[in-house]
């Protein structure tokens, strides 16, 4: 009996192992090219192949990490990936080159810098800070131009109505608030979340039309959209659904665990890890619930553009702005399972 079942299972080796080439073979694979390591900022998607909601699609994920917006687009025009995570100015800039690429989900959809003051204070709107002093990381910082255009939408002008100062990141922003050498601070998104770590509680008075200044998102060229509809579709319900995981608190450990994927560094300090987790958790929940994970808001991307052109990172305004963004697939992405 033994020499018989070990027979009939030699025998049916060869159709599992074909069987399992199959499985494999029927995973269709997706590079997507990101601008850094960050398995934090991309808990999604780590969760979504953590949980296994990829291979559910029959999609088989490789992410890899470049230098900055621009290499990971040359890696997506050069065709080394299917998608790509970059900002909308490089995407924009790219498009006035004649590149036709497309912004097809939203995923950080708040401004990763922010207005802050301490939460105790009384301070509740930009104006109130008249006269007042603005910390900043280093002095030529995104984020000081960021909170400099706060100000000039409200008359308020740098070295007249504010200044800034010079006092570093992390702990010497902390320092600077409980020595009141600040009363404010530009920060970005690991500044926000060291300040929250140490103790700091803080307000945000970033005004909504700010907020609105939406960063990263997935990319794609306008052919490959155009090609490759359902495979898309396919990532966006996944993603969405890791998305969906991740910011539920019941699965706040396994998201964390999740996220060692992309970077275990982030998460060799587990207190900044989850402080830092929580600050993501906002950059990308919906400005509009009802629209969806992954909408592009028009009135956004006029807002982009204006920026743009107006600091010289545009020459003009493209000539159809809307072909830059794409908002085809939100629906199906968010449809109930």
């Known amino acids: 009996m033994k020499r ?7 025998a049916g080796l060869p159709l599992a ?8 073979q029927a995973q269709d694979e997706l590079t997507i090219v990101y601008p850094s390591p960050g398995g934090l900022g991309y808990f999604a998607l780590y969760a979504a192949i953590g949980e296994g909601y990829f291979a559910e699609e029959k999609l088989k994920i490789q992410p890899r990490s470049v230098n900055g917006s621009a290499q990971a687009i040359q890696a997506l025009l050069a065709g080394q990936a299917q998608l790509a995570h970059p900002g909308p100015g490089p995407l924009m800039a790219a498009r006035e080159r004649g590149q036709d690429l497309v912004y097809i989900y939203n995923y950080f959809t708040r401004s990763q810098f922010n207005l802050v003051v301490p939460e105790a204070s009384s301070f ?10 603005i910390g900043v ?5 995104a984020e000081v131009a960021f909170v400099r255009s706060i100000f000039d939408a409200e008359g308020m002008k740098e070295g007249q109505d504010y200044k800034f100062i010079t006092v570093g990141e992390g702990g010497m922003a902390v320092a600077g608030f409980m020595q009141k050498a600040i009363d404010a601070y530009a920060s970005d998104t690991a500044g926000a979340a060291t300040l929250t770590l140490r103790g700091v509680k803080l307000r945000s008075l970033t005004p909504p039309p700010f907020q609105s200044f939406f960063g990263n998102g997935y990319v ?3 052919k490959y959209l155009d090609e490759n509809r359902s495979m898309l579709e396919r990532f966006g319900r996944a ?3 890791g998305t969906k995981f991740g910011i539920d608190p019941a699965n706040r450990a396994a998201t964390l665990k999740h ?8 998460l060799e300090n587990m207190p900044f890890a989850e402080a830092l987790l929580d600050v993501y958790y906002k950059l990308t929940s919906p400005i509009d619930p009802a629209k969806g994970f992954g909408y592009n808001h028009p009135a956004a991307w006029e807002m982009w553009q204006q920026t743009l ?3 010289g990172d545009l020459k003009k305004p493209l000539a159809d702005l809307t072909k830059a963004y794409s908002n085809d697939l939100v629906t199906a992405w968010n449809a109930p399972r």
């Open 220 to 222: 794609v060229t306008r």
């Open 4 to 10: 018989r079942q070990f027979m009939a299972a030699a």
């Open 17 to 24: 192992l074909a069987a399992s080439r199959v499985h494999a």
């Open 239 to 241: 993603l969405v659904r």
């Open 124 to 133: 509740q709107k930009p104006t109130d800070l008249k006269g007042k002093v």
């Open 309 to 311: 052109v107006a600091s």
């Open 259 to 266: 996220a060692r994927m992309g970077n275990p560094q982030q």
């Open 137 to 141: 990381g280093t002095a030529d910082g």
